[in-house]
T-cell receptor
Framework: RKEVEQDPGPFNVPEGATVAFNCTYS??????FFWYRQDCRKEPKLLMS???SGNEDGRFTAQLNRASQYISLLIRDSKLSDSATYLC????????????FGKGTMLLVSP | DAGITQSPRHKVTETGTPVTLRCHQT?????MYWYRQDPGHGLRLIHY???????DKGEVSDGYSVSRSKTEDFLLTLESATSSQTSVYFC?????????FGSGTRLTVV
């Protein structure tokens, strides 16, 4: 079983739609969680951290369910500029911690 | 801008030749990482460093070596390049809880 699993998509949505991405992780010792965004042929960039209580940044809302080992990202009122690949990322905070990346979910927002 | 640069940006090399990729950072970060990204696999950790001369293997370290003789530079060497090492290579530094990535090196082994 992969450590971090995501639906690869692509998710094709019209502008203004609400879209949700899901992610599951296998290591129960994971302590930090993130969503990264990667544009085509570019490097990944941090979109937002995910906190246990859930957190929101403008049109983006992230949720964490530790019991189910499940992370989600909700994008409201999608824009054309939201088209990208969204990477679910987890970190186990022990020793020399490294980030483990999901394969990403591609989002295509159309006019 | 976190001050992390990779060189070269693009490289084509022949099978069997050694190749070195460079990652340079200007902000004195202790932790640095090399990842490769391939279709169907996502980002996979090759090697990482937690200080000068302190490095460790990641998930896909076979065929790669690294060196960190200065805080600012983390070098990735493909000892004898193979076609399976054709990939996009990203360097990253640890910033807070997350990472900041360089722009990547697109390597083609022919």
């Amino acid at each position: 079983r992969k450590e971090v699993e995501q639906d690869p998509g692509p998710f094709n949505v019209p502008e203004g739609a609400t879209v949700a991405f899901n992610c599951t992780y296998s290591n129960s010792a994971s302590q930090s969680f993130f969503w990264y965004r990667q544009d085509c042929r570019k490097e990944p960039k941090l979109l937002m951290s995910v906190y246990s209580s859930g957190n929101e940044d403008g049109r983006f809302t992230a949720q964490l369910n530790r019991a189910s080992q499940y992370i989600s990202l909700l994008i409201r009122d999608s824009k054309l500029s939201d088209s990208a690949t969204y990477l679910c990322v987890v970190k186990v905070n022990s020793g020399y911690s490294t980030l483990t990346f999901g394969k990403g979910t591609m989002l295509l927002v159309s006019p | 801008d976190a001050g992390i640069t990779q060189s070269p940006r693009h490289k084509v090399t022949e099978t069997g030749t050694p190749v070195t990729l460079r990652c340079h950072q200007t902000e004195n970060h202790r932790y640095m990482y090399w990842y490769r990204q391939d279709p169907g696999h996502g980002l996979r950790l090759i090697h990482y460093s937690y200080g000068v001369k302190d490095t460790d293997k990641g998930e896909v370290s076979d065929g790669y070596s690294v060196s960190r003789s200065k805080t600012e530079d983390f070098l990735l060497t493909l000892e004898s390049a193979t076609s399976s090492q054709t990939s996009v290579y990203f360097c990253a530094i640890s910033v807070g809880d997350g990472y900041t990535f360089g722009s990547g090196t697109r390597l083609t082994v022919v």
